[in-house]
């Protein structure tokens, strides 16, 4: 916390307490500035609160305008000045802003100006003095070259004053993170949408017709969509935050000779950082000791196994996954130990810069949230031309402008459907509730619906196709050949497989028995440890499957470490790529164990020649298949002093690997015969990509191997640009770039990090990559239920305009104003959300995925509704005019009638809107009877006939209504019946050039086109 004296004060400027700093106080006064107060409010009522709580408080004022505490203590007071300020001390934030002052603004002046002289001396120019990036990158520096450059003692670090001076310098180790939506941003989004604009417009024209009564239920809807999408985000927010892990808090650095635990923001460039397994690195830095040194880097590299590190320097062009003499924040130590020098803190570290990529990556609007977007639009512009040709008819006619300002209103009412956002809040609530149920968290409503048009999936390898986790898959015996492990599904809290199974090449079950001496000495050379369940508790991935590998074949593991002691041991080293351990065995005496490189150890092991090149040859075909490959060796006699080049027998070869998840081969096969592409894209070298992608069906042109976090986003927009709407999985930080920039982002929620799951659109809550599949399912029926209620509104609303226009041609007014807005509260709303929630067509994941750029509906089916309308309209025409010129003729009856019928066609038009698939839609039922009652209602309460303007209609003026409103769907039922629609043929010539459902292979498609219900122009030919 820093303590600063402000510029007023009586008494000598000095001291106060153990913190540093200035203090002005007098005899009962004491005026503090408190690191982390300015703009705090909420920090100033708590330290007002604690300071009013001491004894002898007379008056306790924090405040967060000026980041300053007035305490003011009664003569004789018990409670001292330390004391205050060790509460203050408690309620300080160190990373908090300092307010701001003149003499802050002069120093900052003067530090850049030192700045300046200081990088104009150094490069003899100051046109880039913010550059402070070598000319040579640290990895390809030498450790001299590093001391000099730090003036860096290694044996004693930096001392506390020169870390405290740096630390002033260059700000703390810390960065920004990724801060979750707050509520203001979740519900500004639910709000700004041209759906819920319509609406508000339509609000605000009931209210110029002074029908508050309809103004106040079309706010009502928009409320409610309001309400419905920002709970169900929020919810999602919630969920996220509390997956958020412990981040790295504590380092140990050498200052003074000493080595010392400061927290991590407290990490300086020049610190020399002391690491040991298990920790977490706080900063880059440069290694300059090491030993049996291994580091988990695969949230920022995708490398599946720990990374070896040493200190010599590699080339400047090396790419992160392979400077094995650096260390970089947010990996973790796996094995050994080591001394580095730290080289960049904060932002300037390779997390920073993977954050800057992502505040510079945008996010793409959802293809459907652009697709009602310019149907709003479209609709805005129905209204308003609407309302401006009847203003226009009505004025040729020498009409009452009043008049006609309050039809024309009307008109523009009716124009917008009221249950046009209701329609895409609610589908994508509910479908976010269906796939949560499911494990898969919709952090963004769009998203939902943007899964069902994926046309290519790019999946990180490394903790989303595979288990992040090594396991032995393949062992060579000398006298039994190749066994191939076949594990069990995973029951043991520590995931050991419960049984296993050992397949030789000729397909013969291998007994347990003959793997005797591999399990004695996976479990024994073995850097672990076991508590009391026999779980693993520390180790590296390869000694950790290892030992599970032992487990399971049901070598007695704890036992025997406890009853075998380790008497001495080699560690791996660049010169020995094996490590060797002497034990005193209770049965076998003393025994020398080996494990390491295949052609070392293979070379000390006592084999005829040619058996020899048989397994050098073997331990290359293990590895081509995308294997780490370890010998395991043995001899009697071991020395406890020294390794002497006694031969060894070889107990055999050990294939391991990071195999793929429970599930994945099966969903990328299920997405496959929905058209949609999969691409691999990891961090791992190309021989273990491929293999993995072979195996799980993904061909090597879709298999991108040593890719940077720089090259997955570049990968992902250049599928964008070629207009493919693309879903990244991913896990690691090194896929946020790409998560963001993704249409999809889809992070993963057990093993993913918190950048990871902060910047994606979906979560999958149990890491299953299968679900995935079911998200897509999911995301296409919703397209296609929001789809068929939007053409149900558009064709209903448009029957609306055509029966006021023709009205208006012929100089008569069918429908009254407040029967318009009765007709869209009625017909709008309830059976366009039971269309949204219609069950899934029974081809929906046998078809490609549809084409981003289309229209939510083309020419063709832009020509059908228009028919439909037209039908509708006619009926409610044909109803005004019967009711117009027949006997007892009059304009309210000639409106009820076209009231009537028109409400009957729109309701049952709904039915031919449903889904093609057999399963009933009791909500549409429902809603469909709910109508028709208030219709009912609407024609027979006198109270309800007055506010709409209707009349008592007789039974034949009432059959002739219903009967005209059932003409459309009888004749359409009729038609069904005799004449099958013909099967929809996609035309692939009028997408844009690239698309991804142009291609030579058109390897996008289903392979089952011939049996799939969409047919293409190929299909159509034949």
Not at 722 to 735: E, H, P, S
Not at 869 to 898: H, N, Q, V
């Amino acid at each position: 916390m820093k303590w600063r004296a402000l510029a007023r004060g009586r008494a000598p400027l000095g001291h106060v307490g153990k913190p540093s700093g200035r203090v002005v106080h007098s005899a009962q006064r004491l005026r503090v500035e408190v690191a982390g107060l300015f703009g705090e409010p909420v920090r100033a009522r708590r330290i007002e609160r604690a300071l009013g709580e001491l004894p002898g408080v007379v008056e306790a004022r924090a405040n967060e305008h000026t980041g300053t505490v007035l305490c003011v203590l009664a003569p004789n007071a018990p409670t001292t000045r330390a004391e205050v300020l060790s509460i203050l001390a408690e309620h300080e934030d160190s990373q908090g802003p300092p307010p701001p002052s003149l003499s802050r603004i002069a120093e900052s002046a003067a530090a850049s100006a030192r700045d300046m002289i200081r990088a104009y001396g150094a490069n003899g120019s100051a046109d880039d003095e913010d550059d402070t990036t070598p000319v040579t990158p640290w990895h390809a520096r030498s450790i001299d070259e590093l001391t000099q450059a730090f003036s860096v003692d290694l044996q004693r670090g930096l001392t506390a004053t020169e870390a405290h001076r740096i630390l002033r310098e260059v700000g703390p180790n810390v960065l920004a993170g990724i801060a979750p939506r707050t509520a203001l941003e979740i519900l500004t989004g639910q709000i700004f949408t041209v759906p819920t604009a319509l609406l508000a417009g339509a609000a605000g024209l009931s209210v110029l017709l002074g029908d508050l009564l309809e103004a106040g239920a079309i706010l009502l809807v928009v409320g409610s969509n309001v309400v419905v999408g920002y709970f169900t985000e929020s919810r999602a927010e919630e969920l996220l935050d509390a997956w958020s892990k412990f981040r790295v808090e504590w380092a140990r650095v050498l200052r003074d000779g000493v080595e010392t635990t400061v927290a991590a923001s407290e990490v300086v460039p020049g610190d020399v950082l002391c690491v040991r397994a298990g920790d977490a690195i706080a900063a880059d830095a440069r290694i300059v000791e090491a030993t049996d040194l291994t580091v988990d880097e695969s949230t920022l590299t995708g490398e599946s196994e720990p990374a070896e590190k040493e200190t010599a320097a590699v080339v400047e062009d090396a790419p992160v996954a392979d400077r094995d003499d650096m260390l970089y924040a947010g990996t973790v130590v796996a094995t050994g130990s080591a001394r580095a020098v730290v080289v960049a803190t904060g932002s300037a570290t390779e997390l920073g810069a993977i954050q800057r990529a992502l505040s510079h990556t945008a996010d793409r609007a959802a293809p459907l949230e652009q697709q009602l977007d310019q149907l709003g639009r479209r609709v805005a512009t129905l209204a308003f031309g609407s309302s401006i040709a009847v203003t226009a008819l009505g004025l040729l006619r020498g009409q009452p402008l009043a008049a006609l300002a309050r039809s024309a209103v009307a008109l523009g009412v009716a124009a917008i459907p009221e249950g046009f956002p209701a329609v895409g809040t609610t589908a994508l609530a509910l479908a976010s509730q269906r796939l949560n149920r499911k494990g898969i968290v919709i952090r963004r409503l769009a998203a939902a619906e943007t899964l069902g048009a994926v046309s290519v999936v790019c999946a990180d390898k490394t903790g989303t196709l595979t288990e992040n986790r090594m396991r032995v898959a393949e062992v060579f015996l000398p006298d039994e050949g190749l066994v191939r492990v076949e594990y069990g599904a995973p029951s043991s809290e520590n995931g050991a497989p419960p049984s296993l199974g050992l397949v030789g090449e000729d397909g013969r079950r291998v007994p347990v028995s003959s793997l005797r001496e591999i399990g004695r000495i996976a479990a024994l050379n073995a850097d672990v440890e076991l508590d009391e369940r026999d779980a693993i508790t520390s180790g590296s991935g390869t000694e950790r499957a290892l030992v599970e590998f032992a487990m399971a074949i049901g070598y007695p593991v704890r036992r025997r470490r406890g009853a075998a002691k380790r008497v001495r041991e080699e560690r791996r080293s660049a010169e020995r790529p094996f490590m060797v351990t002497v034990h005193e065995h209770p049965e076998l005496g003393r025994i020398e164990l080996v494990k390491g490189a295949p052609e070392p150890v293979i070379e000390r092991a006592s084999v005829e020649p040619s058996e020899r090149a048989h397994l050098l040859a073997m331990n290359e075909a293990m590895a081509s298949r995308g294997l780490r490959v370890l010998a395991l060796a043995w001899r009697k006699d071991g020395d406890p002093k020294q390794t002497h080049e006694a031969p060894l027998v070889l107990a055999g070869l050990v294939g391991m690997r990071d195999p793929p998840r429970r599930g994945v081969r099966e969903a990328l096969a299920v997405l496959a015969g929905a058209g949609v592409r999969t691409m691999m894209l990891t961090g791992d070298q190309a021989r273990t990509a491929q293999a993995i992608g072979a195996e799980l069906g993904i061909g090597a042109p879709d298999v991108y191997s040593r890719v940077t976090p720089e090259a997955k986003l570049d990968v992902v927009r250049e599928l964008q640009d070629g207009g493919a709407i693309v879903a990244m999985t991913g896990d690691g930080v090194n896929d946020g770039p790409a998560l963001k920039a993704a249409d999809v982002g889809v992070a993963m929620g057990e093993r993913g990090t918190d950048i990871a799951r902060a910047v994606a659109d979906v979560v999958l809550a149990h890491d299953d990559l299968g679900s995935l599949a079911d998200a897509v399912s999911e995301g296409r029926r919703l397209y296609d239920n929001v789809r068929r209620a939007i053409e149900y509104l558009v064709a209903t609303n448009a029957s609306e305009v055509m029966v006021m226009l023709a009205g208006s041609v012929v100089g008569a007014e069918p429908l009254g104003p407040l029967q318009l807005l009765w007709i869209n509260m009625l017909t709008d709303v309830a059976p366009a959300l039971a269309l949204a929630i219609e069950p899934a067509d029974a081809d929906v994941m046998r078809r490609p995925p549809r084409d981003p750029q289309a229209p939510l509906f083309g020419p063709a089916r832009g020509k059908k509704l228009a028919r439909e309308a037209s039908k509708m309209a006619a009926i409610s025409l044909a109803a005004y005019g019967i009711g117009a010129i027949g006997p007892g003729a009059s304009l309210p009856r000639a409106r009820t009638m076209s009231f009537a019928s028109l409400v009957v066609a729109q309701l049952l038009h709904a039915r031919s809107c449903r889904s093609s698939g057999s399963q009933p839609n009791p909500e549409l039922h429902r809603a469909l009877v709910a109508s028709l009652g208030l219709q009912a209602a609407a024609l027979g309460l006198p109270g309800l006939r007055r506010v709409l303007g209707t009349t008592p209609l007789g039974p034949i003026e009432l059959s002739i209504a219903v009967l005209l409103g059932l003409l459309p769907t009888l004749a359409r039922e009729g038609k069904s019946l005799f004449e099958p629609e013909p099967p929809i043929v996609v035309d692939r010539r009028g997408m844009p050039a690239g698309s991804t459902l142009v291609r030579g292979d058109d390897r996008h498609a289903p392979v089952d086109w011939a049996s799939s219900p969409v047919m293409f122009e190929e299909e159509a030919r034949r």
